[in-house]
């Protein structure tokens, strides 16, 4: 139809407003083609008559149904009117800050902290369509994460903005939301690292300004990179064009970067004190803005929090104090003071006290400094020559070397932060996040602003081919003919600030000359641009300034500072002087080679101000521009390779107000950014696209019978479009969608509206006129019935007359009198036949009573005697036990006496045999000490008899020579010559003779030294032979203790042997207390059979008789003759005697019923006492084998007793000789003490009577031959020395060979003692055998019936908790053995089993399921029979004959308790992840109310429709998931109360989860959709009442669901409805009522919109309330569970174990 026919009388449309941008009015009469006046009526009331033409009629306002759409281009008429209301309804009423305009995600600043952005919400929309969920940031990422995933593409998000839009807090929650879903596995945290860098990047590259307190200065790109997995593996970072004026630079109101405020709020801290910092007032370079504060921010804080990032990222404190220095030095930098020196120079004082600090944190020569910031070096050809600076341009030297400080100092953070995040793996894909500056137009505009609305040219370039290539996409997918669409391309703007001769080549030519300038520039810019590129203007009014027209808006551009900014210049000896800093990281900045920085770092680096002299050097000096230009180039390249994502910050106004909306300040922004180009491309071809389903379904209402009769819902669709739209070109049908062209579904909805109308004023009229027919009929018999009453009086009054009142008054009187007689004999019957049968029956329950008082009776007195007897009995065996105790406590008293006495013993023995050896030694010693004594005496005799001989003779010889010496004489004169020739020779001869003596002498004193030598050496190998003899005995002692404990171990054996002998015993005395028992019960057996007999003959004859007396006491037939019909036929009616018959007939019933039960009973206990006899007949049997086995043990253990014994018997015996033995020893060791001195005190007597005759030899040379011979008989006294000695030596030997043997003997010992061990190892082999067997039993039992068992295979017509009952009787067992070892062992092996089993089927439902039931009936097992009278209290006497009577089981019950929790939690997931996917589908989108919801357009972003329902899921779904869990719970006996918490975990998810959803999905927001949700719920609530679950309290945690649902439904437009939902509404929170309240979207036009002043009643109602801030619930919420007691009914003798479990080997107690 022609767009002209939709300019009818009501319609709304769009008019330019100064104010508000664009105002609403309605059409108050048709429009026609030629009409120059529109006749309007503005909402105030006012009419307007608004001149127009055919080509330029106003716009059309959408339908209210479509507004408020998640999607702009849902809306039927795309246009800038359009979008503007549609945001602002989202916006400023509904508080939605997130709309999609296509592939575009429109984000409002709402200057308001949100609960939008918690967890909870990240796993909401984690796993979602786009289109399912309300707009959000989350979405996008989603998005992005999903396509990345599942096509190994990259992704990009490009999130752009003016400053202040909120580009920087959408970025990182982009990146918050990647690193929360793709957590990574190992314990490196690279997610956190990625979102710490955001801290360290906003506190060095943001800032305040006056439009963003947070406003980042620079661009950023952050690549995420994923593995395989698509779990974060790390990261990178490229910033853009950084804006270093800032830093010497503020405007009013603004600050610098955060660091600097951060670092001097943190000055007085001892680590900054160092750094010499104050205050930010105190600073030129922070405190130009004015205001240093920023209102809500604790820079103090925030340097914490700087300060713990740089730690997470790895950044050690001295890396951070580096980067510290160095900012402190720029702050002092700034407050040098540059004094003026007349008009062409300049000064600064070395003694600065600024300039010092500056120069001692980077380490330079505050003189150099001093010098060369006001002067510069100019090197020509020629000469250098130095030339002084004026002051202005030393205070630019100085910010300009303060500005390239901070630029390298913000390229190195950013580069160590990508050293940071670096990884060593693979990048197998990534996501890049861009947060780049919006396009910018300010009062002055300079080479920043040149630069970012270059960049955002170039983004929006990359955007419409995008934009455009989908489009095309989209209606190739669809088979639908392509024309192509007319669209904006700047292209030309482009070339002309990149292209060849443009404006950035240009600027850098003119920055080549030496005296190049900015009005040089300018002017090569209007010679090449003005009149001859329409996109360059010249202002009329100004010469320094250059128009661009870029594809948001006109720019004008001041060409001041655009060379010195693109040039970025620091003087040559600046440079020098900072590059030889003594401060590393300093010096490496300004490196002429520095190393090369990462590939994501700045693209800015250092020059100086001139060329230096060389070849060629002006090839290789680059701008800022190129540079700029060539990195945009590299970002382009890296958009394009990847699939962007477009996100578009809008800041709604300047005054950073929340939630206010400026129209003007919006519709300029959303020109700026590309949405409303992106409105233009859609709307030129076909922006409202429906699919099939969505169009039946909405329009449904629009078809005819005879259309709705066709199967095929896609040619039905075709039908009513053709007769509906007779133009076709107005829509065309694609595969799987019809796509329409601009206000043809405004038509169809206002077709849809009209047809709706009428079939309202249809039902009302035929409403209205059915009320009146029926009001009309209501008056009509109301009046017959008047009527009726009034003829009746009438005829009544007319007919009646006194004689005829006197009849009927008679007759009454007599029918009175004759009815009472009837009555009144029937009565006097009635009372005598039931008097009768009371007297009767009130005496046959009094004999009754009567006899059974007597039984009472004389049962109390058998009872009286029975419990006498058996209290004796008990107290018997009470004393027997006591005494059994008291024996084994004596016995063991005695046979630890007995091992202390055989310990004692054993040392006796030792300390014996050891003593006696020793005192046979030492007794060998003295009989050699007084053998060799007696010989040295008979020697010492020997000699003296010699001595005496010799001087016999000697005396002899001096006589005969004194005769001759006389004869001599006589001839001495005859001879006297030759007596003095030979006295000559003889004086000679004694000369050498006394030579030879003293040479003799001296070799004597020689051998004598080395002799004792020889005796010390031999002395000191003695002393060492002893002290290996010592060590030899301490290791035979250390052998002896061995035996000793090996001997106690025997003993420890033996005693557990004697504990089982006793314990058979003892099982010994009880048979023949069985057997006993046996004989009773089958005695009771017989009597009891005997007296049912009796009493069943006694029954049957009483009952006879009664009925004899009865039948005699009353004639039936005379009763009958005496009654008239009349009384026969009341008295069927009321049946007092045939009742009373009847009750006696029951009544010898159930007698015969009560005594056959009693007879079955009786016959049960026959069985049960049968079967318990045979099954004592085995025990018996068993008992008697152990006993046997038991007897031979006793007999061997009584052999070893009397052996003990014997050997005890030796032990006073072996005391005495020990003592004795003792005292030997102490004897002799005094005797050789003794001897020992004696053998010292004689060597030192001779070596004093060598050194005497020593001493003699030089006085007695007269009497040499006399010497000579004592000097022999010393030397042979020596000689007998050394024999005595090497006899002594020998003695040592033969006292050695002794403790070798004594060694011997205890080897020998050592061998009969290990012979001995043997034969207890061999025991005790026997026993671990045992043990071994009984443990492989434990686990093959462990293992059928934890791992081989299958729910299903064990739950089919066995008892609940079968295995854990079968377990317990195992773990009765080893009580009853009292075997410690056993049972620990067993315990532990189930608890393991157990733990395994579930481990094995962590995703099994049934076996989790299965599992979880056993382990709570092993739990209750433990407890019921561990004797504890808490949990005995509903035990029968056999179960409390079973309970456990050695162990304590209560640690290991509180293992199972937490196994069984863990178990419980791993059930209640899995049942969670089971049934999650279900519920959205099932409780929200599933229309269990079919037909009473229609769908509405949803734009580019197409939601998951559930209206094919074919394959999706449905309530049923839900219902059956809860069944099949119900159903298996309860079929693997899980306890009922375990059941009721398990749904109420269940249902508490289902409402959350609904809810949630409910939460983040506008279009879910309706009225009918509540009726859903409450039609849902009922179902659920039906099924909690078929399954009897009613006290489960899972009903109470849908509450939250079901006040949601009826709030949606509730009328909202008054005052009493705020009243009623703030008292209804008591579940939600006041977030959750205000966002559903925000969220309500009308369906159709009849329904209203929840307009803001309720929603603010509503608020302020709420206020008073202080509940959560959340708007999610927790859906991981667990609720406290508790494992009720639930006593077994099953006794554990009635168990049977099926042969299928192949437990052959157990044996029942």
Known sequence: MAVAELYTQYNRVWIPDPEEVWKSAEIAKDYRVGDKVLRLLLEDGTELDYSVNTESLPPLRNPDILVGENDLTALSYLHEPAVLHNLRIRFAESKLIYTYSGIILVAMNPYKQLPIYGDAIIHAYSGQNMGDMDPHIFAVAEEAYKQMARNNRNQSIIVSGESGAGKTVSARYAMRYFATVSKSGSNAHVEDKVLASNPITEAVGNAKTTRNDNSSRFGKYTEISFDEQNQIIGANMRTYLLEKSRVVFQSENERNYHIFYQLCASAQQSEFKHLKLGSAEEFNYTRMGGNTVIEGVNDRAEMVETQKTFTLLGFKEDFQMDVFKILAAILHLGNVQITAVGNERSSVSEDDSHLKVFCELLGLESGRVAQWLCNRKIVTSSETVVKPMTRPQAVNARDALAKKIYAHLFDFIVERINQALQFSGKQHTFIGVLDIYGFETFDVNSFEQFCINYANEKLQQQFNMHVFKLEQEEYMKE????????????????????????????LDEECLLPHGTDENWLQKLYNNFVNRNPLFEKPRMSNTSFVIQHFADKVEYKCEGFLEKNRDTVYDMLVEILRASKFHLCANFFQENPTPPSP????????????????????????????????????????????????????????????????????????????????????????????????????????????????????????????????????????????????????????RLDKLRQSCVMVQKHMRGWLQRKKFLRERRAALIIQQYFRGQQTVRKAITAVALKEAWAAIIIQKHCRGYLVRSLYQLIRMATITMQAYTRGFLARRRYRKMLEEHKAVILQKYARAWLARRRFQSIRRFVLNIQLTYRVQRLQKKLEDQNKENHGLVEKLTSLAALRAGDVEKIQKLEAELEKAATHRRNYEEKGKRYRDAVEEKLAKLQKHNSELETQKEQIQLKLQEKTEELKEKMDNLTKQLFDDVQKEERQRMLLEKSFELKTQDYEKQIQSLKEEIKALKDEKMQLQHLVEEEHLTSDGLKAEVARLSKQVKTISEFEKEIELLQAQKIDVEKHVQSQKREMREKMSEITKQLLESYDIEDVRSRLSVEDLEHLNEDGELWFAYEGLKKATRVLESHFQSQKDCYEKEIEALNFKVVHLSQEINHLQKLFREENDINESIRHEVTRLTSENMMIPDFKQQISELEKQKQDLEIRLNEQAEKMKGKLEELSNQLHRSQEEEGTQRKALEAQNEIHTKEKEKLIDKIQEMQEASDHLKKQFETESEVKCNFRQEASRLTLENRDLEEELDMKDRVIKK?????????????????????????????????????????????????????????????????????????????????????????????????????????????????????????????????????????????????????????????????????????????????????????????????????????????VRQAVKQLFFLIGAVTLNSLFLRKDMCSCRKGMQIRCNISYLEEWLKDKNLQNSLAKETLEPLSQAAWLLQVKKTTDSDAKEIYERCTSLSAVQIIKILNSYTPIDDFEKRVTPSFVRKVQALLNSREDSSQLMLDTKYLFQVTFPFTPSPHALEMIQIPSSFKLGFLNRL
């Not at 192509?484 to 990149?498: H, K």
């Not at 009513?720 to 829509?731: A, F, G, K, P």
């Not at 089919?1356 to 009292?1378: E, K, Q, T, W």
């Open 479 to 506: 088979d639908i003919p392509w024309t192509l669409i007319d669209f904006y391309d700047n292209q030309p703007v482009i070339d002309l600030i990149e292209a060849k001769m443009g404006i950035l080549e240009l």
């Open 600 to 751: 994501f770092g700045s693209m800015i680096t250092v020059k100086s101000a001139k060329q230096v002299i060389k070849p060629n050097s002006k090839h290789f000096r680059t701008t800022v521009g190129s540079k700029f230009r060539s990195s945009l180039y590299l970002l382009m390249e890296t958009l394009n390779a990847t699939t962007p994502h477009y996100v578009r910050c809008i800041k709604p106004n300047d005054e950073k107000l929340p939630f206010e909306f400026d129209s003007k300040r919006i519709v300029q922004q959303l020109r700026a950014c590309g949405v409303l180009e992106t409105i233009r491309i859609s709307a030129q071809s076909y922006p409202s696209r429906w699919t099939y389903i969505e169009f039946y379904s909405r329009y449904g209402i629009l078809m005819t019978k005879q259309e709705l009769s066709f199967s095929d819902k896609k040619e039905v669709c075709k039908v009513v479009l053709h007769r509906l739209i007779q133009d076709s070109n107005q829509y065309q049908f694609g595969k799987t969608k019809i796509f329409f062209r601009a206000g043809q579904v405004a038509y169809l909805e206002k077709l």
């Open 1334 to 1538: 009984l443990q492989d039993q434990v686990k093959t039992l462990s293992k059928t019936i934890g791992k081989d068992l299958k729910p299903r295979g064990v739950v089919v017509n066995m008892i609940p908790g079968l295995p854990a009952h079968i377990l317990f009787m195992c773990v009765r067992y080893a009580d009853s053995l009292n075997d410690a070892n056993m049972l620990k062992s067993l315990m532990n092996s189930t608890i393991n089993g157990i733990k395994q089993v579930v481990k094995e089927h962590l995703e099994d439902f049934e076996m989790l399921s299965f599992w979880l039931s056993n382990t709570c009936h092993f739990l209750n097992c433990l407890k019921q029979y561990s004797g504890e009278e808490e949990f005995m209290k509903h035990n029968s006497p056999q179960q409390n004959k079973n309970c456990l009577n050695n162990f304590d089981l209560s640690e290991y019950r509180q293992i199972l308790s937490d196994v069984a929790i863990r178990i419980y939690h791993q059930f209640i997931i899995i049942m969670e992840k089971n049934i999650q996917p279900i519920i959205v589908p099932g409780m929200l989108e599933y229309e269990s109310l079919q037909g009473i919801s229609g769908l509405k357009p949803t734009g580019f972003r197409k939601r998951s429709s559930s209206i094919d329902d074919t394959d999706g899921y449905t309530m049923t779904s839900v219902l059956q998931q809860l069944s099949y869990f119900y159903t298996t719970m309860c079929q693997n006996g899980l306890d009922p109360e375990l």
